[in-house]
């Protein structure tokens, strides 16, 4: 008998989901959890596995969970290249998801500068770029951001018009939302494994029409 399908917020147990920049990986575990199971889910981050097991307390046991739940981990995945990365690529997905993109530690404490908003706009750029290239037809591309400023400078729905994308949906989201998911500021210093106030955000659902 095929299995029931599960469901948590916007995605499926029946989703082909691939989530980048995962930080602690705990978005993805929340995921998997909810599911019963992750053979749908491929996760990746920038770093590598010793980078990650020095930035995040927790990382390397949610890896190791979400390994015997059947994800697909992979470690040194840039969305800027990541349509030519054979360890993604090969495949097509029905949601590609960014959570709380941002381009690094160097703009720390400066967000509300025009190098920071250009950096991050350039990430985000660049992830989309990539992104529409390895949609299942009527998937959509999912990026969580903060709506204040100087966050909202970042524009990402135009970014994503530029790139010919649709926007479908706007929903608010709350961290409550994804029981045992927290968010990490990821800035590759002493702060990394720290938690940031997500405050007003919401999460953009993009089409390739």
Known sequence: MEDSEKT??????????????????????????????????????LDSED??????????????MLTRFGCDVQHEVNVHTMSFDNSVSLRRYDRIVFNFPHAGSRFFGREFSSNAIEGHRVL??????????????????????????PFSDWEIKSLAKAEGLKLVKESKFELSHYPGYTNKRGS?????????PVGECSTLMFIHP
């Open 8 to 45: 948590i917020r916007h995605y499926s147990s029946k989703h082909k989901i691939l989530l980048v920049g995962e930080g602690d990986f705990s978005f993805s575990l929340c995921l998997a959890s909810a599911f019963g199971s992750a053979t749908n889910i491929t996760a990746t981050s």
């Open 51 to 64: 980078e990650l097991s020095k930035k995040y307390m927790d990382a390397m046991v949610n890896v190791r």
């Open 124 to 149: 985000v750029q660049g992830f989309l770029e990539n992104a529409k290239e390895m949609l299942e037809e009527n998937g959509e591309i999912h990026i969580t951001h903060k709506t204040t400023y």
């Open 188 to 196: 590759g210093g002493r702060r990394s494994d720290e938690y940031f």
